[in-house]
């Protein structure tokens, strides 16, 4: 299934890939779509865009490196969008040619990690059931009453493959059950429920008895299946006993060819004796058939999850919308069901790949074909010869010019009802579109592409081009695709971005967006060799954007490009597909960027205290002025903030702060939104709440926020502690006094003021993080003061108000974002470094040489334990994104290979040295001893961006910096 170059080379996969098999179960046919996705924390996004499209997860675990960091995420997307896992434990060959276990040890080890894969069920499983048990009212409800029999992976219930695709054999429970029920006398549904876990077989009364590991006896699965498996690969690549061999494959009735046997190579010989007794495609694929649903028994969740949203919950969709469910449930085929398919991404594809550019073999009809045809031709030539007419000789055609062409891109999609068909018109649906909001079917264009909408329209009508069964790396032309079919669609390139939904209807809502468990984080700016190609490069960059689900491109407001990645290898994937495939020039990559955030770590002190820092801040003639002052905010504060994005932006997006005038439908919709959400939302409340009074901070705390920043949902929030009472995201504890509606909309300019100075703070123009600012007093002076209006009063237009003060409200947002960077600064400020979580499974020997590479690049080690039945370590870290390039390459070197490493972004971390504090004399220097490192590194990190935006280096940093060259080499 890797079928690019890259992927080949490195070993691992890098883009999801589709192939449908059928297969044969019980004389029954079944077509299984089956989607190869990476396994690399990199690409955990195409993960999620196979995740969408699927009904259920086969869940590859390795046995001896166990439960990585990509199997918990995994685990979750699964469980997020309501598909059914089941699990390969794989690897196996390892534990015994490698490990050199024994039986009952690799049995140990097997049930170990068995457990730890269900404990992450399990703790997926908690988190759902609390989180429904919040939002009921009926405290008894909880996890007694939650039924949890059949999501846990347990081999008696046929949910688990133990199997070595290396090797090709794999075998479930009920295989073995089968093979030996007779030769133990025992049925075979009471072998398969007793063959896994603490039993063993009496072999004197013919029973399975429990307490195996109390009695000291060989638990019945080390007895019956791997002893034998143990055996054979004694016999066949351990001693590579020739006679030993014949004997097994002998008692094993097995057919196999001569020169497999005489093969000299002891692997292709386990090979073709284990893969023809134990095949593991026969065991995955039964597994799939019995285990997984079909696409027709999708549940209400699922089917829910996929056309609602958070902020627009299925309840609160209009009813021919809801009518959809049925469609989506029912599966049907029909051609009275509406077509409803999903695009979870778009594939880019070389045209000669595609079948119509294939040179296709004549079959032995169309020869025979071709020859009746050349007859006929000659035998009128041969008459018109005869009768003297003269025949006109065709000129030779002369060959085209190859011209070249544009990639083409396949949507990869999933049909969920009704059918698609080549030409078929339907509804491209862009992400945003309502369908509370639907046009009709006039008032679209069918000429128009995505690139010609207007602000607020997210509708486009296309004709389905060519349909595409995908079979991995080859194409097939299909001329419909039915209701549960995975297929390529051609065609919509012009149409879709990253992901979209065709339909039939108007009615039907645009599919939830895809649960991305990665953070685009490294970044890199991007040029051409030659500064001619710039347009080859910005078309590359617009197919790169369009092709990958991950990246992003940002274009700098110095015209720089930068390209936003999820890890180092991801990276140089998308470099290498930017010169190779997309823009196909040569390109100049900076060296990586990653981003920072600015912070202040002033001690926390009672918020009416006449503490140093106040800012004021006035407009031309004072009409507006107003007071505040930044401090830090409490570390368990901004965590909430953090953990709970989605609700805050939901909170903005129902216009809870700055609505000043609407419809009576929207503040109906305004109002149900708010009852629908209460339950999440007063949970916020209340954990803030509790927060704030933890840190000493006023009563009411949360009552004062006025808003969240950046974007409106970041961890930043501008408190009101003026004596004006202005209203509050939570429409709660606000008492009914009228407020002026010139007040009202110079607040909308102070929260934009607020908005534009948390997303690009003064240090190095990266965004704030957990800080407060604090709005002490507030004052409005126009030139022609206004009657007091209360916020329902219709009597005074925002265009009034826009002659009472012209320009006002654009001062007020310069000044309020002047007067919080000033605020900011006059607190000790700090950056914070990304940091990666850095999970490590390395052998003993060479575990000392894993710590030296993580000290060199200021890592911290959090875990580091022997695991239990294996001779490698489990190191858990934290580092520096900023220092984790080429670090694959560094531990291969210094362990020789003998460690695996991943890393996933966890965390912001305060680098605790003030970036502008610099030391007078040696004194200072030395009497700072080892911290002298982390200053130097301070100002690294600081300048690094400082000098990427284009902004002034400091004097100060620069003789710090001679400082320590001079010390360094007095040293």
Same mark, same amino acid.
């Given at each position: 299934?890797?079928?690019?170059?890259?992927?080949?080379?490195?070993?691992?996969?890098?883009?999801?890939?589709?192939?449908?098999?059928?297969?044969?179960?019980?004389?029954?046919?079944?077509?299984?779509?089956?989607?190869?996705?990476?396994?690399?924390?990199?690409?955990?996004?195409?993960?999620?865009?196979?995740?969408?499209?699927?009904?259920? %997860?086969?869940?590859?675990?390795?046995?001896?490196?166990?439960?990585?960091? =990509?199997?918990?995420?995994?685990?979750?997307?699964?469980?997020?969008?309501?598909?059914?896992?089941?699990?390969?434990?794989?690897?196996?060959?390892?534990?015994?040619?490698?490990?050199?276990?024994?039986?009952?040890?690799?049995?140990?080890?097997?049930?170990?990690?068995?457990?730890?894969?269900?404990?992450?069920?399990?703790?997926?499983?908690?988190?759902?059931?609390?989180?429904?048990?919040?939002?009921?009212?009926?405290?008894?409800?909880?996890?007694?009453? %939650?039924?949890?029999?059949?999501?846990?992976?347990?081999?008696?219930?046929?949910?688990?493959?133990?199997?070595?695709? %290396?090797?090709?054999?794999?075998?479930?429970?009920?295989?073995?059950?089968?093979?030996?029920?007779?030769?133990?006398?025992?049925?075979?549904?009471?072998?398969?429920?007793?063959?896994?876990?603490?039993?063993?077989?009496?072999?004197?009364?013919?029973?399975?008895?429990?307490?195996?590991?109390?009695?000291?006896?060989?638990?019945?699965?080390?007895?019956?299946?791997?002893?034998?498996?143990?055996?054979?690969?004694?016999?066949?690549?351990?001693?590579?006993?020739?006679?030993?061999?014949?004997?097994?494959?002998?008692?094993?009735?097995?057919?196999?060819?001569?020169?497999?046997?005489?093969?000299?190579?002891?692997?292709?010989?386990?090979?073709?004796?284990?893969?023809?007794?134990?095949?593991?495609?026969?065991?995955?694929?039964?597994?799939?058939?019995?285990?997984?649903?079909?696409?027709?028994?999708?549940?209400?969740?699922?089917?829910?999850?996929? !056309?609602?949203?958070?902020?627009?919950?299925?309840?609160?969709?209009?009813?021919?919308?809801?009518?959809?469910?049925?469609?989506?449930?029912?599966?049907?085929?029909?051609?009275?069901?509406?077509?409803?398919?999903?695009?979870?991404?778009?594939?880019?594809?070389?045209? =000669?790949?595609?079948?119509?550019?294939?040179?296709?073999?004549?079959?032995?009809?169309?020869?025979?074909?071709?020859?009746?045809?050349?007859?006929?031709?000659?035998?009128?030539?041969?008459?018109?010869?005869?009768?003297?007419?003269?025949?006109?000789?065709?000129?030779?055609?002369?060959?085209?010019?190859?011209?070249?062409?544009?990639?083409?891109?396949?949507?990869?999609?999933?049909?969920?009802?009704?059918?698609?068909?080549?030409?078929?018109?339907?509804?491209?649906?862009?992400?945003?579109?309502?369908?509370?909001?639907?046009?009709?079917?006039?008032?679209?264009?069918?000429?128009?592409?995505?690139?010609?909408?207007?602000?607020?329209?997210?509708?486009?009508?296309?004709?389905?081009?060519?349909?595409?069964? !995908?079979?991995?790396?080859?194409?097939?032309?299909?001329?419909?695709?039915?209701?549960?079919?995975?297929?390529?669609?051609?065609?919509?390139?012009?149409?879709?971005?990253?992901?979209?939904?065709?339909?039939?209807?108007?009615?039907?809502?645009?599919?939830?967006?895809?649960?991305?468990?990665?953070?685009?984080? &490294?970044?890199?700016?991007?040029?051409?060799?030659?500064?001619?190609?710039?347009?080859?490069?910005?078309?590359?960059?617009?197919?790169?954007?369009?092709?990958?689900?991950?990246?992003?491109?940002?274009?700098?407001?110095?015209?720089?490009?930068?390209?936003?990645?999820?890890?180092?290898?991801?990276?140089?994937?998308?470099?290498?597909?930017?010169?190779?495939?997309?823009?196909?020039?040569?390109?100049?990559?900076?060296?990586?960027?990653?981003?920072?955030?600015?912070?202040?770590?002033?001690?926390?002190?009672?918020?009416?205290?006449?503490?140093?820092?106040?800012?004021?801040?006035?407009?031309?003639?004072?009409?507006?002025?107003?007071?505040?002052?930044?401090?830090?905010?409490?570390?368990?504060?901004?965590?909430?903030?953090?953990?709970?994005?989605?609700?805050?932006?939901?909170?903005?997006?129902?216009?809870?702060?700055?609505?000043?005038?609407?419809?009576?439908?929207?503040?109906?919709?305004?109002?149900?939104?708010?009852?629908?959400?209460?339950?999440?939302?007063?949970?916020?409340?209340?954990?803030?709440?509790?927060?704030?009074?933890?840190?000493?901070?006023? /009563?009411?705390?949360? /009552?004062?926020?006025?808003?969240?920043?950046?974007?409106?949902?970041?961890?930043?929030?501008?408190?009101?502690?003026?004596?004006?009472?202005?209203?509050?995201?939570?429409?709660?504890? &606000?008492?009914?006094?009228?407020?002026?509606?010139?007040?009202?909309?110079?607040?909308?300019?102070?929260?934009?003021?607020?908005?534009?100075?948390?997303?690009?703070?003064?240090?190095?123009?990266?965004?704030?993080?957990?800080?407060?600012?604090?709005?002490?007093?507030?004052?409005? !002076?126009?030139?022609?003061?206004?009657?007091?209006?209360?916020?329902?009063? /219709?009597?005074?237009?925002?265009?009034?108000?826009?002659?009472?003060?012209?320009?006002?409200?654009?001062?007020?947002?310069?000044?309020?974002?002047?007067?919080?960077?000033?605020?900011? !600064?006059?607190?000790?400020?700090?950056?914070?470094?990304?940091?990666?979580?850095?999970?490590?499974?390395?052998?003993?020997?060479?575990?000392?040489?894993?710590?030296?590479?993580?000290?060199?690049?200021?890592?911290?080690?959090?875990?580091?334990?022997?695991?239990?039945?294996?001779?490698?370590?489990?190191?858990?870290?934290?580092?520096?994104?900023?220092?984790?390039?080429?670090?694959?390459?560094?531990?291969?070197?210094?362990?020789?290979?003998?460690?695996?490493?991943?890393?996933?972004?966890?965390?912001?971390?305060?680098?605790?040295?003030?970036?502008?504090?610099?030391?007078?004399?040696?004194?200072?220097?030395?009497?700072?001893?080892?911290?002298?490192?982390?200053?130097?590194?301070?100002?690294?990190?600081?300048?690094?961006?400082?000098?990427?935006?284009?902004?002034?280096?400091?004097?100060?940093?620069?003789?710090?910096?001679?400082?320590?060259?001079?010390?360094?080499?007095?040293?």
């Amino acid at each position: 299934m890797d079928s690019r170059k890259d992927e080949q080379e490195r070993g691992i996969t890098m883009k999801s890939s589709s192939i449908s098999l059928l297969h044969t179960h019980n004389n029954k046919e079944f077509l299984v779509n089956l989607i190869d996705s990476p396994g690399h924390v990199d690409f955990s996004s195409e993960v999620s865009t196979a995740v969408r499209l699927c009904d259920g %997860a086969v869940v590859v675990v390795d046995v001896v490196e166990g439960v990585c960091a =990509q199997t918990k995420v995994v685990l979750k997307q699964v469980w997020l969008e309501h598909i059914k896992p089941v699990l390969v434990l794989n690897k196996i060959d390892r534990l015994i040619v490698e490990m050199k276990m024994q039986p009952l040890d690799a049995y140990i080890r097997m049930v170990q990690l068995l457990e730890q894969v269900n404990a992450q069920v399990a703790e997926l499983f908690t988190i759902d059931v609390m989180s429904k048990k919040e939002n009921n009212t009926d405290s008894s409800s909880g996890l007694e009453e %939650a039924d949890d029999s059949n999501i846990y992976f347990a081999p008696e219930q046929g949910n688990v493959v133990f199997a070595s695709a %290396a090797d090709g054999w794999g075998f479930s429970i009920r295989d073995f059950s089968r093979m030996f029920a007779s030769k133990l006398g025992l049925h075979e549904e009471e072998l398969q429920l007793s063959l896994w876990g603490d039993n063993y077989f009496n072999s004197k009364t013919k029973t399975v008895v429990k307490g195996a590991q109390e009695k000291a006896k060989k638990p019945l699965f080390v007895q019956v299946v791997l002893e034998n498996l143990w055996s054979i690969y004694d016999a066949v690549v351990v001693r590579k006993d020739k006679i030993m061999t014949e004997k097994i494959v002998q008692s094993l009735q097995l057919q196999m060819a001569p020169r497999d046997l005489k093969h000299s190579d002891p692997k292709v010989q386990i090979q073709a004796i284990l893969s023809k007794w134990l095949p593991l495609s026969e065991s995955v694929l039964r597994m799939v058939c019995e285990k997984l649903p079909s696409p027709s028994d999708i549940t209400d969740a699922k089917a829910e999850k996929l !056309m609602s949203s958070l902020s627009k919950p299925f309840c609160l969709l209009p009813e021919a919308t809801q009518q959809l469910k049925k469609a989506f449930v029912a599966c049907s085929s029909s051609s009275d069901a509406p077509a409803i398919a999903f695009v979870s991404k778009m594939i880019m594809v070389d045209r =000669q790949c595609l079948p119509k550019s294939k040179v296709t073999l004549l079959t032995c009809e169309d020869i025979a074909l071709r020859r009746q045809q050349v007859r006929q031709k000659l035998a009128e030539l041969t008459l018109q010869q005869e009768q003297g007419k003269v025949c006109e000789v065709e000129e030779p055609v002369k060959p085209k010019e190859v011209i070249e062409e544009a990639p083409v891109f396949v949507a990869f999609a999933r049909v969920f009802s009704g059918t698609l068909k080549k030409g078929q018109e339907l509804y491209v649906l862009g992400p945003k579109y309502d369908p509370m909001e639907c046009p009709t079917e006039g008032d679209i264009d069918p000429s128009l592409t995505l690139k010609d909408l207007k602000s607020g329209h997210h509708v486009t009508r296309v004709k389905i081009g060519d349909l595409y069964l !995908m079979m991995g790396r080859e194409l097939e032309t299909l001329e419909s695709a039915p209701a549960g079919s995975v297929v390529g669609i051609g065609g919509l390139e012009e149409h879709i971005l990253k992901s979209g939904t065709l339909s039939s209807t108007l009615t039907c809502p645009a599919f939830t967006e895809l649960s991305q468990m990665v953070v685009p984080i &490294v970044r890199v700016a991007v040029e051409p060799a030659r500064p001619s190609e710039m347009p080859e490069l910005i078309k590359g960059l617009k197919l790169l954007n369009q092709a990958d689900p991950c990246v992003q491109v940002v274009l700098q407001e110095s015209g720089e490009h930068v390209l936003i990645t999820a890890g180092e290898v991801h990276l140089q994937r998308c470099l290498r597909d930017l010169r190779e495939s997309y823009a196909k020039i040569e390109i100049n990559a900076s060296q990586p960027i990653v981003p920072f955030r600015e912070t202040i770590v002033a001690p926390l002190e009672p918020i009416d205290n006449d503490s140093a820092g106040r800012v004021e801040v006035n407009t031309s003639g004072k009409r507006f002025s107003m007071r505040l002052r930044a401090v830090s905010l409490p570390e368990e504060v901004t965590a909430l903030l953090e953990k709970h994005v989605d609700i805050i932006r939901t909170m903005s997006q129902t216009r809870c702060v700055n609505s000043l005038e609407t419809t009576a439908i929207e503040d109906e919709l305004n109002e149900k939104l708010i009852l629908q959400l209460q339950s999440k939302i007063s949970k916020l409340y209340d954990e803030l709440d509790q927060a704030f009074q933890r840190s000493d901070w006023k /009563d009411n705390a949360v /009552d004062k926020i006025l808003s969240f920043g950046p974007r409106r949902c970041g961890p930043n929030v501008l408190i009101n502690y003026s004596p004006i009472t202005l209203p509050n995201p939570w429409k709660r504890n &606000v008492p009914e006094t009228i407020v002026e509606r010139s007040t009202l909309e110079c607040l909308s300019s102070v929260i934009n003021g607020f908005q534009l100075a948390t997303l690009a703070g003064p240090l190095c123009e990266e965004p704030l993080f957990g800080v407060a600012f604090i709005l002490e007093d507030l004052s409005i !002076m126009l030139n022609h003061p206004s009657t007091p209006l209360s916020n329902g009063d /219709d009597n005074n237009d925002g265009s009034n108000l826009q002659q009472q003060y012209g320009s006002l409200t654009g001062q007020i947002m310069s000044v309020v974002k002047d007067g919080c960077r000033r605020a900011f !600064m006059n607190q000790p400020q700090r950056l914070m470094a990304a940091m990666y979580t850095c999970s490590i499974q390395v052998s003993g020997e060479v575990v000392g040489k894993m710590y030296g590479v993580l000290s060199r690049r200021h890592g911290k080690i959090l875990d580091g334990d022997l695991e239990e039945g294996s001779a490698s370590f489990s190191i858990t870290a934290v580092l520096p994104v900023v220092e984790s390039f080429d670090l694959a390459n560094e531990i291969r070197k210094q362990t020789s290979g003998l460690a695996s490493h991943q890393l996933v972004f966890s965390h912001w971390e305060v680098i605790d040295i003030d970036p502008f504090w610099v030391p007078t004399t040696d004194e200072e220097l030395e009497l700072y001893g080892d911290k002298g490192d982390s200053v130097n590194r301070a100002h690294i990190y600081m300048n690094s961006v400082r000098r990427r935006k284009g902004l002034a280096v400091s004097e100060k940093v620069v003789e710090f910096a001679e400082k320590q060259r001079t010390l360094s080499r007095k040293v």
